[in-house]
């Protein structure tokens, strides 16, 4: 604080010489402030222009600045190679799944489609879905909480971490899943993923042959 005090309007601070990058990705993202980021039009930027932010957000790796961003350096209302290849190579795609929720829940109006193609990485990194980015477009969400959900109760054994990440934040996004074809599911496992995902309308329990209830 003392380094913003002493300095003279229209001086510049160099962060990084004075603090540490996680202190200097909070003071980012408070002053470009919630209500900036998710305006369709205003955003706090310094001369340098979006790309110095972009590059910025990628430096101190701020998720909700970086995505941001994106559609100021490029044209994000449709899927393109460069934009998959950007996020491809995204440190987002190593960011914890709560820093994700909260980036979609802020962003969705204004980062429509870069966050469908987040979803889709991320399954394709950690679930090993086969479908293509098109078939399942607007959907990816969705299907990465489905998935995770289903993939993970099918293995038979969810650690206690896991089932947190169900009862708090992934399972209220479901209301259907396949737990069919899998001897590992059991009762214990139909109760959890009852009580983690209050929405559920629908479970495939299909020859999975340690169920009795």
């Known amino acids: 604080s003392s380094a913003f005090r002493s300095a003279a309007p229209g001086d510049q601070v160099v962060l990084g010489a004075i603090f540490s990058e996680h202190v200097c990705a909070a003071v980012v993202e408070i002053l470009c402030g919630p209500n900036l980021l998710v305006s369709e039009t205003a955003l706090w930027m310094p001369a340098e222009g979006p790309e110095f932010m972009l590059a910025a957000s990628k430096e101190l790796q701020i998720p909700v600045l970086y ?4 559609p100021l350096t490029c044209d994000v209302r449709e899927v393109s190679a460069s934009l998959m290849a950007e996020l491809t190579s995204s440190f987002l795609l190593d960011v914890d799944l709560l820093d994700l929720f ?15 193609v987040m979803w889709f990485l991320l399954a394709k990194r950690h679930l090993e879905v086969s479908e293509v980015f098109d078939v399942c477009a607007g959907d ?10 289903s993939q993970g109760a099918c293995t038979g054994t969810v650690s206690e ?5 169900w009862r ?3 399972g209220s996004e479901i209301e259907v899943l396949r737990l069919a074809d899998s001897p590992l599911v059991d009762d214990d496992i139909v109760e959890l993923v009852a009580a983690c995902c209050p929405s559920v309308i629908a479970v495939d329990l299909h020859d999975s042959t340690n169920v009795t209830r």
């Not at 909260?102 to 469908?116: F, G, I, N, R, S």
């Not at 990816?140 to 959900?149: D, G, K, P």
């Not at 971490?161 to 990440?165: I, R, Y």
Request: aromatic share 6%.
């Open 168 to 170: 708090n934040l992934i």
């Open 161 to 165: 971490e896991e089932a947190d990440l």
């Open 67 to 70: 995505m941001r961003c994106l």
């Open 102 to 116: 909260q980036v979609q829940d802020l962003l969705a109006t204004v980062c429509e489609v870069p966050l469908d």
């Open 140 to 149: 990816w969400r969705q299907i990465y909480c489905e998935r995770r959900i």
